[in-house]
């Protein structure tokens, strides 16, 4: 099939790409292997932010005394938590769904794995796209730390971790930069222990010395060790 503009990837550059590309006319075949949406709706930032609301929530009501407000003991359903992210994630998805399916003839959602087979062409399945303009917007996954022992015990990279149905006791996370720091808060919010490692001299290591100190103290205070 011959098409004027081929997308690899529904996240969050490809779907506005598409979608404007067919209203001005083109023809589009966007590509999409996994759940529409890409990284950011399905394992990056709306399950995380929601679930960081929950969070926040229930740190505001153990905290509130400071404000004069007095809660008695704060009980996290976490399993409801997750559901409320679930929830949102499939409406997310699903408008993207419907967003595409609203580009009318001129745009086509194909769900399969793309792989080049000449200058120009792809395959998905059995079918053959070709494009004078193939746009390549792949979304991201976890690389595995090169860390000893860590194929012989059961770990969560940060997809895996959304994916929990019950709060771990205990958790454990390797990693001080960004990702590390916002789960790993998270969690202890909602409730588990949480020991993090940085394997640099200090959290958030691209930031200033001052950000990062100021980032250890509060996670001290919250009973991150």
């Given amino acids: 099939m011959k098409t004027d503009i081929i997308i690899i990837g529904s996240g969050q550059a490809g779907v506005p790409l598409a979608t404007r590309l067919a209203a001005a006319g083109k023809r589009v075949v966007i590509v999409e292997r996994e759940k529409a949406g890409g990284t950011c709706v399905n394992i990056g930032c709306t399950p995380t932010k929601t679930m960081i609301a929950s969070a926040r929530a229930a740190h505001v ?34 408008g993207v769904e419907t967003r595409l399916a609203a580009g009318g003839e001129k745009l086509r959602f194909v769900r399969g794995h793309a792989r080049f087979v000449a200058p120009g062409a792809i395959e998905v399945g059995s079918e053959r796209h070709e494009a004078d303009k193939i746009v390549i917007n792949v979304g991201a996954r976890s690389a595995t730390p090169d860390v000893a022992g860590l194929d012989s015990v059961p770990w969560l990279d940060s997809g895996g971790l959304l994916d929990l149905k019950t709060l771990p006791k205990h958790l454990l996370v390797i990693g001080g930069g960004y990702i590390g720091c916002e789960l790993g808060q998270m969690m202890r919010r909602l409730g588990a222990a949480v020991t993090l490692i940085a394997p640099s001299q200090r959290l958030l290591a691209r930031e200033d010395a001052d950000v990062s100190d100021a980032v250890a103290e509060a996670f001290r205070a919250e009973g991150i060790t």
Avoid: N, Y
């Avoid at 509130?64 to 359903?77: C, I, K, M, N, P």
């Fill in 61 to 94: 009501a153990r905290t509130g005394a400071r404000l004069g407000v007095h809660a008695s003991e704060v009980d996290v359903d976490f399993a409801a938590v997750v559901a409320r992210k679930d929830a949102i994630v499939a409406r997310w998805r699903g």
